[in-house]
């Protein structure tokens, strides 16, 4: 019986989580880095991190086997120098991370195992400002017809 009441409990928590989910207008948008392939050696991150526009409230999801490899979020710098020894901004090491990408600007992600880096575990995205295109007022300017001036009565 408790487990039942609980059921019913969880569905309407359920149901009210996804309704203020879909009260915000601009939806994030949740994507496994590498797709079916997730994060491992042998795959073209470059081509995968150019498939997608990422907005602001995105979520990127590393899937790996925990141990073999793991996700640093670095400056550019240390992007291209795959050199870990500096400029390392948040390092996540679960095997299953979810990182939300906060900030109208561009990260950079390496997996800092040994010749993963260089071997191209690594991409950057730009990731844009949220579309605020419904919170802006319909433009009010009255139209005057200047040339055509008025057709009907
Ligand atoms: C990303 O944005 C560009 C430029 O606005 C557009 O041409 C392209 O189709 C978009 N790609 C996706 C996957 O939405």
Not at 28 to 36: K, P, R
Not at 79 to 84: G, I, K, V
Not at 87 to 115: A, M, Q, V
Not at 120 to 142: K, L, Q, W
């Amino acid at each position: 019986m408790e487990s039942h009441f609980s059921r019913v409990f969880f569905f309407l928590l359920t149901i009210s989580f996804t309704i203020m989910v879909d009260s915000h207008h601009t939806e994030a948008i949740e994507y496994t880095v590498g797709d079916s392939d997730r994060w491992s050696t042998g795959i073209n991150y470059l081509e995968w991190s150019q498939k997608y526009n990422f907005t602001v409230g995105d979520i990127l999801v590393f899937k790996y086997v925990l141990s073999q490899h793991n996700v640093y979020q670095v400056t550019e710098t240390t992007f291209r120098s795959c050199d870990m020894t500096s400029g390392i901004i948040s390092i996540h090491l679960s095997g299953n991370d979810r990182i939300e990408l906060k900030e109208p600007t561009k990260y950079w992600f390496i997996c800092t195992t040994k010749g993963h880096c260089k071997g191209g575990m690594r991409f950057g995205i730009t990731v844009a400002e949220s579309n605020h295109g419904e919170e802006e007022a319909p433009p009010s300017d009255y139209t005057t017809s200047t040339s055509s001036g008025d057709s009907s009565q």
